[in-house]
């Protein structure tokens, strides 16, 4: 790898593979982060690397033809790492149209112009060949795959049924990827995590959300009995696990990544509390979420097994470096609580 662009490097995985990615990767001449900087995405992630001679930010939209065909002709990626989606369910379930735009529309926009400029004889429509070394990786979810009853894992072979608007756009844009690699030959993996957890997470999500609110305060939102069970993957191991699909990743393959952490979202809640000395008083329950899948695990045997790769962290290890990156770095976070998230904060749980 050369050149790579990653899209939506100023949110929360996307950021933290960047750091990853430039301190594990010396063979990596340039890095383009491509982010339109929505409400989530936050260049304070990216305060430590901004000077990296490697590292250039780009601000735009992946829906943005022109700027990508731009990109692409300018750098001359052999790498594209695609996070920039649109994430929340709750705001899925408020505005799909955004969800479906840039989630299937800004992913086939990012495949065409790879494929026209790795493309051997992009003129050819039959040929398949392209460019010794270049790789398209997709990063998705286990919410494709919908929901679980009490036992069992989700497999790369689990058929997809998504129950959210974000979990279908991210579904249509898992098979518009692999439709690129049956019909075109291109070069292509997906990989699909479960529930992220880390540093520079933005608090809309369940970890930062209630340690920012057990930290000043204010009650916990819990949806529903908080019995919702997902399996928790700490970020590094995340990146990590993308870094090994890249390197050894077979072209076509998909690849469950899944911390084997399972746990519900109340035994979560409970546990911040405990460890930042608060009382559960705090936790305060509202009402479900429409379409809140109930229990998400993953089966991650393929990656370990054919890739070699495996999480680093346990679960409470994890947690601890977690919690205390949010105690430690408060000004970050009152500034990400400003504006746009409060009117969120308030249509969610009000």
């Known amino acids: 790898m050369k ?56 601000k735009g939209d992946i829906r943005d033809k022109d700027l990508v065909e731009k ?96 979990s279908a756009s991210k579904a249509g844009a898992d098979l518009i990827v692999r439709a690129y690699h049956e019909t075109y030959g291109m070069p292509v993996n997906i990989t699909r995590c479960s529930n992220n957890y880390g540093p520079y997470q933005f608090p809309e999500k369940l970890i930062p959300l209630m340690i920012h609110n057990a930290q000043i305060g204010k009650p916990l939102p819990v949806y529903g009995d908080g019995m919702q069970i997902r399996d928790w993957l700490y970020v590094e191991d995340h990146c990590s696990a993308i870094y090994t699909v890249l390197k050894k990743g077979v072209p076509g393959e998909i690849y469950n990544i899944g911390g084997n952490n399972e746990k519900a979202n109340i035994e979560i809640v409970k546990l911040l509390l405990h460890t930042m000395g608060k009382g559960e008083e705090l936790i305060t329950y509202v009402k479900d979420r429409p379409g809140h899948d109930r229990r998400y695990a993953i089966d991650n045997t393929k990656i370990t097994t054919q890739l070699g790769w495996k999480p680093a962290y346990r679960f409470e290890e994890g947690m601890q470096k977690t919690i205390e990156w949010y105690l430690n770095n408060q000004k970050w976070m009152e500034r990400v609580v400003s504006g746009e998230y409060v009117k969120f904060y308030e249509r969610m749980y009000s």
């Open 71 to 166: 990109l692409f002709a300018e750098y001359n990626f052999d790498t594209v790492v695609h996070f920039a989606a649109e994430s929340h369910v709750d705001r899925s379930i408020t505005e799909p149209e955004v969800f479906l735009t840039t989630n299937v529309v800004g992913t086939q926009t990012l495949l065409d112009t790879a494929k026209r400029h790795w493309k051997v004889d992009p003129e050819d429509k039959y040929s398949r060949e392209f460019r010794p070394g270049v790789r398209y990786l997709q990063v998705s979810t286990d919410e494709v795959y919908g929901a679980l009853g009490a036992t069992g894992l989700f497999t790369e072979q689990t058929p997809l049924s998504p129950n959210s608007p974000y």
């Open 3 to 58: 050149a790579m662009l990653v899209t939506g490097g100023a949110g929360f995985i996307g950021s933290n593979f960047i750091h990853y990615i430039l301190s594990h990767d010396s063979e990596i001449s340039l890095l383009v982060n491509l982010d339109l900087l929505t409400y989530a995405g936050n260049l304070d992630n990216l305060k430590t690397v901004e000077n990296d001679p490697r590292y250039h930010f780009v």
